[in-house]
């Protein structure tokens, strides 16, 4: 059972487009959503995180937008650059420590 | 601050044999993880420690995969024997306590080709 679900599998936009990654998941028992950033070779790193309480959260460039009546969520990069090109992943956590992951969108920002 | 250190890297070994994968997590982090990431999805957990107790082990295929943290810091974490399947990166976590997503940190990784 996929506890989140990500969508799209790949993504390819120009530079300073805005690319939108889309989660929903079912557990309304989760209590933090985070996104991470994943380039190859590397582990994942933590972009940007939100509560279901908050509707919106922005960090630079990174926003997550959150819709708690729909359980879904979505991660949008405002004027995306090449250096932005990696593998995002969605996650919800359970527990404040037990991780279930999106299954990644490869996003490619072409110059 | 150091980061998750693992090793080896990459790791090429006939199906049948057995691998074992090392992680050295951040100074002071009692919670590690273990991971399993295979190519196109994403992380899934295997087992996670705090000190060197097991908290979650439910995702962990015992009958081939072990796991151990000796001491509370560094573990490893061994197949036998390793099957096709098992192609993935492995990837090690860690994190403090009670600081939720903010103190969770990956490994680069180790990545596994069984053939």
């Known amino acids: 059972q996929q506890q989140v679900k990500q969508s799209p599998q790949s993504l390819i936009v120009q530079k300073g487009g805005i690319p939108i990654i889309n989660c929903a998941y079912e557990?309304?028992?989760?209590?933090?959503f985070p996104w991470y950033q994943q380039f190859p070779g590397k582990g994942p790193a933590l972009l940007i995180a939100?509560?279901?309480?908050?509707s919106e959260k922005k960090e630079g460039r990174f926003t997550i937008s959150f819709n708690k009546s729909a359980k879904q969520f979505s991660l949008h990069i405002m004027d995306s650059q090449p250096g932005d090109s990696a593998t995002y992943f969605c996650?919800?956590?359970?527990?404040?420590?037990?991780?279930?992951f999106g299954s990644g969108t490869k996003l490619n920002v072409k110059p | 601050e150091a980061g998750v250190a693992q090793s080896p890297r990459y790791k090429i070994i006939e199906k049948r044999q057995s691998v074992a994968f090392w992680c050295n997590p951040i100074?002071?982090?009692?919670?590690l993880y273990w991971y399993q990431q295979i190519l196109g999805q994403g992380p899934k957990l295997l087992i996670q420690?705090?000190?060197?107790?097991?908290?979650?082990d439910s995702q962990l295929p015992k009958d081939r995969f072990s796991a151990e943290r000796l001491k509370g810091v560094d573990s490893t974490l061994k197949i036998q024997p390793a099957k096709l399947e098992d192609s993935a990166v492995y990837l090690c976590?860690?994190?403090?306590?009670?600081?939720?997503?903010?103190?969770?940190?990956f490994g680069s990784g180790t990545r596994l080709t069984v053939v």
């Open positions: 557990n309304t028992a989760f209590d933090y």
């Open positions: 976590a860690s994190s403090p306590v009670g600081q939720g997503v903010y103190g969770y940190t």
């Open positions: 939100i509560r279901p309480d908050v």
């Open positions: 420690f705090q000190n060197n107790g097991v908290v979650d």
């Open positions: 100074s002071g982090h009692a919670t």
């Open positions: 996650a919800a956590i359970y527990n404040f420590n037990k991780f279930y």
